[in-house]
């Protein structure tokens, strides 16, 4: 489960970095050919660009000419489709951060009725020797279990964060261009 956490943080980390790659001119370039009226120009530009903002600024301008309603609707529903490649594999990470722990204390139980079955088992002849090994496999497992858990828990929060930072960048830019077009009118 650790590795998988690592896996799929790392993954995640670098496909969102990648999402957020746009030039800086971007939308200054979109907004020139679309008061130029060069919809194709403006519509390669997009497809030159791969991320997100520039597909869903693509939706759009594909729409163009329809009521602005139908255009927001298509950018929100692409939108959607985008957040939905964003946050791919982010909830494994949430059950992981929550099993962990589980399976960590589910050995704990089967080391300490290891060490039960020992003592049951000695008669009266008990020493330190033979319960150490139940205790032993008990608290290795809690430790590893918590140790995944928060792991799989912090790199999760995290990747929300860096999610949610996306999305807004997102509506900010697909809000510039709804304002473009609604001046544009």
């Known amino acids: 489960l650790l590795l998988l956490s690592i896996f799929i943080y790392f993954e995640r980390i670098f496909a969102i970095s990648s999402a957020v790659k746009v030039s800086p001119d971007f939308m200054n370039q979109i907004r020139t050919y679309v008061l130029n009226g060069k919809i194709e120009g403006a519509q390669q530009h997009c ?4 991320v997100p903002v520039a597909r869903l600024i693509l939706k759009g301008i594909s729409r163009i000419g329809r009521p602005l309603e139908d255009i927001n609707t298509s950018i929100e529903n692409a939108g959607k489709l985008e957040v939905y490649k964003l946050e791919k594999n982010i909830s494994v990470l949430a059950t992981i951060s929550g099993v962990a722990p589980m399976l960590g204390f589910l050995g704990t139980v089967i080391g300490m009725i290891l060490s039960i079955f020992e003592m049951a088992n000695a008669g009266g002849n008990i020493d330190v020797e033979m319960l150490s090994q139940g205790i032993y496999t008990a608290m290795t497992t809690t430790v590893a279990g918590l ?7 912090i790199s999760y929060n995290y990747l929300v964060a860096k999610v949610d930072k996306v999305i807004f960048m997102l509506e900010a830019k697909t809000t510039d261009f709804l304002d473009l077009l609604h001046h544009n009118e």
């Open 47 to 50: 497809m030159n660009e791969n």
């Open 147 to 153: 140790i995944v858990g928060i792991i799989a828990f």
